[in-house]
């Protein structure tokens, strides 16, 4: 991984099931089972400081992703480098997949229309479906 920017996946898996306030979005009900929390990295330090952020627990906590990161042991890390945010194509195609659940709306999309960039699953989400997924998203921004 490099200070390139590009679009990531943070694949999280509940350590702690139960109720998780997220600042001022309100109250996330954890489900034993895992979460893909879908970003991008266009600032500086691009991927690499980013994905270097999450990897961390925040001691003050800034983003809704750092809050849940608390309850959540990072499992896995799903990366493109592409000059080009594809953070709302996956963020929507992640919750599509199959047995995907939007665990709080708005989690981690204030500053766009997504309905959500979080998505639970009982069980890890296929690999082969988000490779699909990540395959058919750079193809169209290309």
């Not at 306030?21 to 929390?37: N, S």
Request: net charge positive; glycine share 10%.
């Amino acid at each position: 991984m490099n200070s390139e920017p590009g679009t990531y996946a943070l694949v999280l898996r509940n350590r702690k099931p139960g109720p998780l306030r997220i600042g001022r979005l309100g109250t996330v009900k954890l489900q034993p089972g895992y979460c893909v929390y879908v970003g991008s990295a266009f600032g500086t330090g691009g991927l690499r400081a980013r994905i270097k952020h999450h990897q961390r627990i925040a001691a003050h906590p800034h983003w809704h992703i750092d809050y849940l990161r608390a309850a959540c042991d990072l499992v896995e890390v799903w990366f493109t480098v592409e000059p080009l945010c594809c953070e709302h194509a996956w963020a929507k195609g992640v919750a599509q997949l199959p047995g995907a659940e939007v665990p709080l709306p708005g989690f981690g999309s204030s500053d766009c229309d997504c309905d959500t960039h979080l998505v639970s699953f009982h069980r890890p989400p296929a690999v082969r479906k988000v490779r699909q997924l990540v395959a058919n998203t750079v193809n169209v921004h290309r």
